[in-house]
């Protein structure tokens, strides 16, 4: 079965501010109480995990989760985007974002 596009994105996501971190998979792994190989398989998105120890790898790597009703994710998705000026920017950004476009 191909995994599912969801858990890659996710992992993705982790993996990326992991690395912004410059912190291994076992220190991740240390600091959400999980193990290294669990973490690896969450990261590449080869495994589901509860959504408590998503949390738990989430604020290990200085994050949150948030759960947004569908019907709103256009809407803060549209407030995310940058604009084509930049006094069109939203009012919040990721710092992983700003870094990437610094």
Do not use: C, W
């Amino acid at each position: 079965m191909a995994p599912d596009p969801f858990l890659k994105d996710l992992g993705m996501h982790f993996r990326k501010a992991r690395m912004a971190a410059g912190l291994s998979q076992e220190q991740i792994a240390l600091r959400a109480n999980i193990s290294r190989p669990r973490y690896r398989d969450i990261e590449t998105g080869a495994a589901a995990a509860r959504a408590t120890t998503l949390v738990n790898i989430a604020r290990a790597l200085g994050m949150e989760i948030m759960l947004i009703p569908q019907a709103m994710v256009p809407a803060i998705q549209s407030m995310l985007q940058p604009g084509a000026d930049d006094d069109d920017r939203p009012a919040f950004t990721s710092d992983v974002e700003e870094e990437e476009g610094a």
